[in-house]
Structures are given as C-alpha cells and as structure tokens.
C-alpha cells in the first residue's frame, strides 16, 4: 500500500468513536448504563477522538423502557466529563429516534433541545434515503449552528457494487444532493456490513473527487468485512471512520480502533491516538462485561455472519425474522424467508433493509410465505406503498400497489408530496393529554415518541417526588405550561 499512503501522507485519518452509542447498541442491546460510562469518560475525552457518539438510534428508546434513565440526561451528564471532544448522535431525519414520522414542530423541538442538551454533530439519515425527509431537521440543526451531517444508506441489489438501482452512479448523486442541502459532512452509512474493501476504494475517490466535503465511513463489522474496507477507504482518502475499543468492536459491532492504529503505523495517516491508553479504557469494558453478557448473541461460535455476505439481509432483521417464525412455529422455514425478502424488496421499489423499512420488509416477507403472496398485508406495509414513509429508490409496480392499497382507509392512491406535509402540529395536544403528569418540554417530547413506556416512566418518575410535597406539582405545572 506504501504508493497509495504516500499520496496522502501528513493527513492523518480522524476516528469517530462510536463505543457509548453504536458500539453497546450492536453488542448489548443498546443496554449500557451512564454509570459504567463515567468512570472511563474523562480518558475517552483525552484520547483525540473527532467526535464521539454518544446518543440517539436506540439509546433514547432503551434508557427509558429498561434502564429506568431519563433519555435527556445522558448527554448532560457526560458532558462534565468530555469537555473537548464534540458529541455525535444518529437520528433518523422525520423519524428522530422514535419509530414513525413526526410533524415539523415537534423535530424543531426535538433538534433544539438536542442541541440543548449538548449534541454538537447530528449524523441524519433516511431509512429510503429520500432526503425530503430530513430537510426540516437539516433546517433546524443549521438554525442552530451545528453540524448536519447527511448520511447515505448504503445499500446493495447485487454482490457488489453495481447493477441498476445502487451503483457508482446512486451513490455519487446522493452525495452531491446531500452536498447542495447544505450538508457539513456526508457519512456513508454501511449498517449492514456490505461495503466491500474494493467498492468502498472506488466509492470513496468519486464521492471525494464529486464533492467537497469531509467523508465519513460508518461499517458495521456483521460480514467481516469492514477493517478490510476501513483500510481500502483510508488508502482512497476517506477523512473519518467509526471505531469502537476492542469489547465493544466486531461481531455486529463497529471495526475495533487498537488494530487500525497498529497497521497505520508510519504511512503518514495513522491518528495522533495513544494505543496503550485505549488498552487500559478496554480493560474497564472487560471488567463491567459480566454485568451485561446476558444480552450478548453468543449462540454461534463464529462472531461474523457469513449469511449476510450471500444474501445482504443485516443481522437484526435476521433475529426479527427469527423471532417471528418461532412465534408461528415455523422455523424451518428460513430458507424461503430468505428468498422471498429479496423478491419483496425489489417490489417493493429496492430500499435499503435499514430500520423501520427492514422490518416492515422482513415480517411482509413472512406473511408471503406462510399464506400466499399478499393475501396478508400489514398496515405498515400499505402505508410504505401509499408513500407515508416517503419515495422509494425504484416505484413501486403500479398494479401491485393498486392490489395492496385496495378499500385502505388511508388512500388507495400513492402520494407524492414530503409525507410530513400531512401531519398536523403534535406538541400542544400532547401537553394537554398528559397534564400535570409532564414537567417539563422534555417529558411532552419524549411522551410524543414513546406515548404508552414513556407515560409510565413519567408516573414512577413523579409519583415518588409526589408523596414528598404536593407543592412540587403546582410549580412544575405552572412551568410546563409556560
Ligand atoms: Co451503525
């Protein structure tokens, strides 16, 4: 590689660190707790990281449902202790980090109270890659001035890189797209692990040689591909990728950043990080491991997926898909689900199997194949073939699409507006529904993600607090309602 390194030597490679988000969400179940965060914080902070990401995707989710944490409090809480190393969190453009599309006010809320809380970079992508659903949150983290970073879904049709839907070509646009809606970085987001080492060279340099901003390269680890592709899209001149430290590296996971560091020794882009320092942050994971192995995937021995090298489905649709033919007793047939998931995908106009469109896919897939072929239609699939999720990378058949949105109370007929458009402002007839029991801006916002897990967070929050002084609830009453 020395010919290549050479040509970019003296710019050393950035590393986002991915360990307090991503890296527990692929290993744990998103299931880490701030407290086993904090006694390494301070040292993550004086490792020069870029950025290290440390909310959103399922954290916001998971802290309130199974770790009886308040979501809002994790960024301020860790900002005592990183002070220097900006904050990144994923977030899923109209879908923030809940699980459907939200009207305009309430992802202006969201993006100001993030930015609030201390999020420095917003990492904003689109499960269609259908950046209409992003433009408000775009808008709003500009308004804010911080950093908008548009992601494109990496995504497959064929082995490879190429073919009529995701080639060269997709990719380049996309970026250039991201570029003139005012992105301040584009991030290729590779959750599946599909980016292959000699694609991931070839992508780079054209995305690098299209636009000018600075590249990220975000591979999950799931094929065994990604330290491979790491290493192909540094030669290429990428300028930042996702790392985890070695525990909360591979399988699922984020590549491990210790290797990356040792092979980039003396080529000229190895990052000013201090290996024997990430060694000891590696230690504590170790130690506190025990307390969360329960939700490690540990039924295989091999901690790569080979299947997803062959089918391209990602891991977690994979346990989906699983999980749902036990329910229905039929285990046996995995095989065909398969099949039937590439077949449906490409009918259903070829997104990325990313969240909630993966699993929307996924489980359609299943009632392929148990009753018949669209003889069972989900709701959610109907309202993917409607356009409330927004446009597809290919349409959808016309026939096909008139047949699932037959006597659909929503619309029988495809729309072709931003699917927000539709939505009516949320914030105010949340903070009606809930009252009293809200105190705060926080908790209407959370409320409107998790209505029915966050409601009852709210009443163990506040129910204790009651029984010390019913004068607590008249202030914050008055409070909430300015
Ligand atoms: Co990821």
Not at 85 to 91: D, K, S, V
Not at 119 to 148: H, P, Q, T, Y
Not at 165 to 172: G, I, M
Request: aromatic share 8%; hydrophobic share 40%.
């Amino acid at each position: 590689m020395t010919q290549e390194t050479k040509k970019v030597s003296g710019n050393p490679i950035k590393i986002q660190d991915n360990t307090f988000r991503d890296g527990h969400q692929s290993i744990y179940a998103t299931r880490m707790k701030t407290e086993d965060m904090l006694p390494i914080a301070e040292e993550m902070d004086n490792c020069g990281f870029h950025a290290m990401e440390v909310w959103g995707g399922a954290t916001f989710d998971t802290m309130h449902r199974f770790l009886g944490e308040d979501p809002w409090m994790r960024p301020k809480i860790l900002k005592k202790y990183i002070k220097k190393t900006p904050f990144a969190m994923l977030i899923r453009g109209q879908n923030l980090v809940g699980y459907r599309h939200y009207a305009d006010d309430v992802v202006n809320a969201f993006v100001d109270k993030s930015c609030e809380i201390g999020i420095d970079v917003f990492r904003c992508f689109d499960a269609l890659n259908d950046f209409r659903n992003m433009e408000s949150c775009a808008r709003r983290i500009k308004e804010n001035g911080k950093e908008f970073q548009g992601a494109l879904c990496y995504s497959l049709t064929e082995v490879r890189l190429g073919g009529e839907v995701y080639n060269l070509d997709f990719f380049v646009k996309k970026a250039v797209e991201l570029e003139q809606m005012g992105a301040d970085a584009i991030c290729i987001k590779d959750m599946a692990g599909l980016l292959s080492p000699f694609d991931a060279y070839d992508l780079v340099l054209a995305i690098k040689k299209a636009i000018k901003l600075p590249l990220h390269l975000h591979c999950h680890y799931t094929s065994g591909m990604a330290s491979m592709t790491y290493l192909k899209a540094i030669e290429a001149g990428v300028d930042v990728v996702d790392t985890c430290l070695a525990p909360f590296a591979l399988r699922t996971s984020m590549p491990a950043i210790e290797p990356i560091i040792a092979a980039l020794q003396g080529t000229g882009r190895e990052p000013a990080i201090d290996l024997n320092k990430l060694l000891v942050l590696g230690e504590h994971l170790e130690n506190i491991a025990p307390k969360y192995n329960t939700y490690l995937a540990n039924q295989k021995l091999s901690i790569i997926d080979n299947g997803v090298l062959a089918h391209q489905i990602p891991g977690g649709m994979i346990s989906n898909l699983t999980g749902q033919l036990k329910e229905m007793n039929a285990l046996d047939r995995l095989g065909e689900i398969y099949k039937e998931v590439v077949l449906t995908r490409k009918e259903m106009g070829c997104p990325p199997l990313v969240t909630p469109v993966s699993q929307i896919i996924g489980a359609q897939a299943v009632l392929n194949v148990l009753f018949g072929r669209y003889i069972r239609v989900s709701n959610q699939l109907r309202d993917l073939v409607l356009g409330l999720y927004g446009r597809t990378p290919v349409p959808i058949d016309p026939a096909l699409a008139k047949k699932i949105l037959k006597n659909y109370k929503r619309g029988e007929e495809p729309i072709k507006e931003r699917p927000a458009d539709f939505l009516k402002p949320e914030i105010e007839a949340a903070k009606e529904q809930l009252g009293d029991l809200a105190r705060s801006d926080e908790d209407v916002l959370a409320y409107i993600l998790y209505p029915a897990t966050m409601e009852k967070f709210l009443r163990e929050k506040y129910d204790k607090s009651l029984t010390r002084g019913a004068g607590d609830k008249k202030n914050s009453g008055k409070k909430f309602a300015a």
